[in-house]
C-alpha cells in the first residue's frame, strides 16, 4: 500500500468498508478521485443531476447497507446543495461520509470565489466534521466510519483540502470496524423488568432505532406470550405486519386519533428503540402515563409530565432479552378490541366508491408490487396516508423521511435502493410539488439504466397546508401547484409518462411499467379531498 495517493487510498478504504456507491456532481478538485474510482473495482461514482438529490441517495445507501453512503460536493453552493440531504442523514439516522471540497490552507480566510467555511457550514447537521490530511487519513476516515455509524447513525462531514488528492497518503491503511454497542448496567435492566411485571397494560412502541438489528421476529414473540399491543412511528413500519394480532397501528400519521384510543387505555409505555426526532412522547402519551425506555440514547421527554420508570441505555437488544426473560401471565388487554379498531380504521381508509383519490391508487400499487418489493415515498399528504395504510411486511421496504422530511427525497430514494438492490422491484410515490423538487434525477435513472416506477399522484394541490388553511378558515393561496392538466408530455427526460383517471387504467398501467427493463413514470390523477377526513388527526383527547 506503500505510495499511493490520497486519492487512492481514500477510495480503497471506503470501498473496504463497503461502500459500492459515492454519488455527486464532480468537480476540478474531484478529478483524481473519480480516476481512482474508475480504477478500483467494486466501488463506482454515480453522476448526479443536483447534489441534494445525491446526498439523499447516499442517505438511503446508508440505510439499506449498513455500511456509510457517501456523496461529494464542490465548494460553496456544491456543498450547500449537499446539506439538504446530509440534514437528512443526521435527522432520520443514516450513517452517512459527505465529502466535499475545501480550499488549501493558505486560502482558508481569505476572499475568494465560492469560498466559505465548510466546517462551519456542516457542524450542525453531522455528527462531526473534520478535514482530512495525507499523514493521518487513514484514521480519520476509520474514524468518521465509526462515528456515523455508533449509537444513533448520522452523516460525517470530510473536507478535502484542493490538492490533497495527488500526495502520497502516509500509514498502511485502518480498516473501519463497527462499533459495538455498551451493555446495558443491570440496575436498569432490574428497573425495566420490575416496571414491565408491576403493569397490568403496558403497550409497546417500537421506533426507528430497532429497525436495522434484526429483532422483528423477537419484538413479535414478546408481543405474543404478554398479548400486548404494539404501535410504531413511521420509520419503524415493518417491524411487526400490520396482519398481526398486537398490531395497533402507527402513531402521527393517518388516522392517529383511533390508534390513540389504544395507548390511552395503557398504564405503562415501553419504548423499544423509540427516537422522539418523529414524534415528541409528549404528542401522544397522555400526561401522567409512565415511560421505560429502551434506547441506544437518554431518553428525551418532561419528566414532570411521563415518569420514566426505567431507562435502560445501550444495547437495545440486551434490554429486549431482559424483557424476554421475564416469567409473568398475560397481561390485562383485550386484543380483540385493538383488532376491531384497526380494522374500522383499515375500512376508513378503504377506497371510496366511483372515486379515484389516493387511497386507490396505492391500493392498485400495493396490489402489483411484488410483496418484497421497495416503496420509497417523498413528503405530502400522500406520506400521512403511506404510514398507516401500506401493509409493509419487514422493515426496509417501505422507505420514508420523517425525522427530516425533506420534500423531493421519494424520487432519489428511488434510485439509490434499486442500486443497492438490483434484484427487487423498487417504485416511488411521489406528489406533484414533491416531485417538482428533484425531476431532474430522473436523468440519473436513465444513465443508470435503472428500472424504477415513479407514481406520481397528481392533484395539484399541497394538500397538508391546504387543509391546515381551510381548518384555520383562511382563503386557500399559495397551495396549488398549477390551476390545472398533468405533469407535461409523453415523456421526461427521456422516461415515458402514462397517466390514468381510473384505477383500472391505473393498473394496466403499472403493470406494463414493472416489466419495463427502465425507468418509468405513471402519472395517477387523484382527488385530493380524500385526505381531509384521514390526515392530521389529534393522537390524544
Not at 505510495?3 to 459515492?22: I, K, N, P, S, Y
Not at 466501488?43 to 456509510?68: K, N, Q
Not at 404494539?230 to 398486537?246: F, I, N, Q, R
Not at 431532474?440 to 387543509?467: H, M, Q, S, W, Y
Request: aromatic share 4%; charged share 20%.
Amino acid at each position: 500500500m506503500s505510495g499511493e495517493t490520497v486519492a487512492l487510498r481514500l477510495v480503497r478504504g471506503l470501498r473496504d468498508m463497503g461502500v459500492r456507491h459515492v454519488f455527486g456532481v464532480p468537480s476540478g478538485g474531484w478529478v483524481d478521485y473519480m480516476e481512482a474510482l474508475r480504477e478500483t473495482d467494486g466501488i463506482d461514482f454515480v453522476l448526479t443531476s443536483h447534489e441534494g438529490g445525491a446526498s439523499f441517495m447516499a442517505d438511503v445507501c446508508g440505510r439499506l447497507t449498513g455500511a456509510p453512503g457517501v456523496c461529494f460536493g464542490t465548494f460553496g453552493p456544491g456543498a450547500t446543495n449537499l446539506s439538504t440531504g446530509v440534514g437528512g442523514a443526521l435527522l432520520d439516522r443514516s450513517p452517512m461520509i459527505a465529502l466535499t471540497d475545501e480550499m488549501p490552507a493558505a486560502m482558508r480566510g481569505r476572499v475568494t470565489q465560492m469560498g466559505i467555511d465548510h466546517q462551519a457550514l456542516f457542524a450542525p447537521i453531522t455528527k462531526k466534521t473534520v478535514r482530512l490530511d495525507a499523514a493521518n487519513m487513514d484514521a480519520i476516515l476509520a474514524d468518521a466510519a465509526a462515528v456515523a455509524l455508533e449509537g444513533r447513525a448520522g452523516p460525517v462531514h470530510v473536507g478535502l483540502p484542493v490538492g490533497l488528492s495527488a500526495e502520497i497518503a502516509g500509514g498502511e491503511g485502518a480498516a473501519a470496524v463497527a462499533p459495538t454497542p455498551p451493555a446495558p448496567d443491570a440496575a436498569q435492566l432490574d428497573a425495566l423488568v420490575a416496571a414491565f411485571r408491576a403493569a397490568r397494560k403496558p403497550v409497546l412502541a417500537v421506533g426507528l432505532s430497532a429497525t436495522r438489528l434484526g429483532i422483528e421476529g423477537r419484538i413479535a414473540a414478546l408481543a405474543e406470550r404478554f398479548a400486548l399491543p404494539v404501535v410504531l412511528t413511521p420509520m419503524a413500519k415493518g417491524m411487526l405486519p400490520e396482519s398481526h394480532a398486537s398490531y395497533a397501528g402507527v402513531l402521527f400519521h393517518a388516522l392517529s386519533d383511533e390508534v390513540g384510543k389504544t395507548h390511552a387505555e395503557a398504564d405503562l409505555v415501553v419504548a423499544i428503540g423509540y427516537d422522539p426526532v418523529e414524534f415528541n412522547y409528549e404528542s401522544w402519551m397522555r400526561d401522567g402515563l409512565p415511560l421505560a425506555s429502551v434506547d441506544v440514547a437518554p431518553v428525551d421527554v418532561d419528566r414532570a409530565r411521563h415518569p420514566v420508570v426505567a431507562e435502560v441505555v445501550g444495547d437495545i437488544a440486551a434490554g429486549l432479552a431482559a424483557l424476554e426473560a421475564v416469567q409473568a401471565p398475560r397481561k390485562d388487554w383485550a386484543l380483540d378490541a385493538v383488532a376491531a379498531r384497526k380494522a374500522a380504521m383499515f375500512q376508513r381508509m378503504r377506497p371510496q366508491a366511483g372515486r379515484m383519490g389516493p387511497c386507490a391508487a396505492l391500493e392498485v400499487l400495493r396490489d402489483v408490487l411484488p410483496e418484497d418489493g421497495i416503496m420509497t415515498c417523498d413528503v405530502g399528504a400522500h406520506t400521512h396516508l403511506i404510514g398507516q395504510k401500506w401493509p409493509t411486511p419487514a422493515p426496509g421496504l417501505q422507505i420514508m423521511t420523517n425525522g427530516w422530511s425533506a420534500m423531493g427525497f421519494g424520487l432519489p430514494a428511488a434510485i439509490a435502493a434499486k442500486l443497492c438492490r438490483p434484484e427487487q422491484k423498487v417504485c416511488a410515490v411521489v406528489g406533484d410539488g414533491g416531485f417538482l423538487m428533484t425531476v431532474g434525477e430522473l436523468a440519473t435513472a436513465v444513465r443508470e439504466k435503472l428500472p424504477i416506477v415513479v407514481l406520481v399522484l397528481t392533484d395539484n394541490d399541497l394538500a397538508l397546508i391546504r387543509i391546515k388553511q381551510q381548518r384555520k378558515q383562511n382563503p386557500i393561496y399559495g397551495t396549488p401547484v398549477r390551476e390545472e392538466g398533468t405533469i407535461g408530455g409523453p415523456s421526461l427526460f427521456g422516461v415515458p409518462v402514462t397517466t390514468a383517471a381510473t384505477p383500472e387504467a391505473l393498473r394496466a398501467a403499472l403493470v406494463e411499467a414493472f416489466a419495463a427493463d427502465g425507468p418509468r413514470i405513471v402519472e395517477a390523477l387523484v382527488d385530493s379531498r380524500e385526505y381531509d377526513g384521514l390526515v392530521l388527526r389529534k393522537d390524544k383527547p
